[in-house]
């Protein structure tokens, strides 16, 4: 059984420094959802993809971020110019097409540090 | 807009006890509901969910919640407690129509005491 993957686990950057991550989704998921959760609270909506496409960005995700699914497989999340707030973890979710009633299946997400 | 309150930050209780976690939801229409449970270090994994039929919905773990829609309440329980259930619980919601995400609470962390 291969879940949600999810690299690297745990990135340490300086302040400025550009990162990325990505998420591979369990194969046959269409859907494709990029968290993020800082340390006491539940994750917040990020994006959301529909195989490549990108349907739905919420207002936390500045210009600074980018998310992609080229082949509507797996994705990736780029971080420009990395500030101290962006210190998080960044967690990767998908499900399959069947009506709206699905749920997220969680990678065990992308811890990243920023100095 | 959607929303979710866990009002209860952190509960202690001892093992064998039973356990109830508090979650209120605002939603317009009739809601999806979720439990989550997070160990450290670890993603998510979904406990139980609810659409639609009976209110009270049985998930792993020995955990069910009951949908209570005059109080916009999805609580959490389960009547004994054992120490690996100690964790953080995050209840969601979604729908079904226009936003496809979920929308977590803030959590609550549960401790187990011997």
């Known amino acids: 059984d291969t879940g949600v993957s999810q690299n690297p686990r745990h990135k340490i950057t300086k302040r400025g420094q550009n990162v990325t991550f990505r998420c591979d989704p369990i194969?046959?998921?269409?859907?494709l959802y990029w968290y993020r959760q800082t340390l006491g609270q539940g994750p917040e909506f990020l994006t959301y993809?529909?195989?490549?496409?990108?349907?739905?960005k919420s207002r936390l995700l500045s210009d600074r971020f980018s998310a992609e699914r080229p082949k509507g497989s797996f994705s990736t999340l780029e971080i420009q110019r990395t500030e101290q707030g962006d210190s998080a973890m960044y967690l990767c979710?998908?499900?399959?097409?069947?009506?709206?009633?699905?749920?997220?299946?969680f990678g065990e997400g992308s811890r990243l540090t920023v100095l | 807009a959607q929303s979710v309150t866990q009002p209860d930050i952190h509960i202690t209780v001892s093992e064998g006890a039973s356990l109830e976690l508090r979650c209120n939801y605002s939603?317009?229409?009739?809601?999806?509901l979720f439990w989550y449970v997070q160990s450290p270090g670890q993603g998510l994994q979904l406990l139980l969910k609810?659409?639609?039929?009976?209110?009270l919905v049985q998930g792993i773990k020995g955990f069910e919640a009951e949908f209570k829609r005059s109080q916009s309440s999805f609580n959490l329980r389960k009547p004994s407690v054992h120490w690996s259930d100690a964790a953080e619980y995050f209840c969601?919601?979604?729908?079904?129509?226009?936003?496809?995400?979920?929308?977590f609470g803030s959590g609550t962390r549960l401790q187990v005491q011997p």
């Open positions: 979710a998908s499900r399959t097409g069947a009506g709206n009633t699905g749920e997220l299946f």
């Open positions: 194969s046959e998921h269409n859907r």
């Open positions: 993809f529909q195989n490549e496409a990108q349907l739905e």
């Open positions: 939603y317009g229409a009739t809601p999806y």
């Open positions: 609810y659409f639609s039929g009976d209110t």
């Open positions: 969601a919601v979604g729908s079904d129509t226009g936003r496809r995400a979920l929308t």
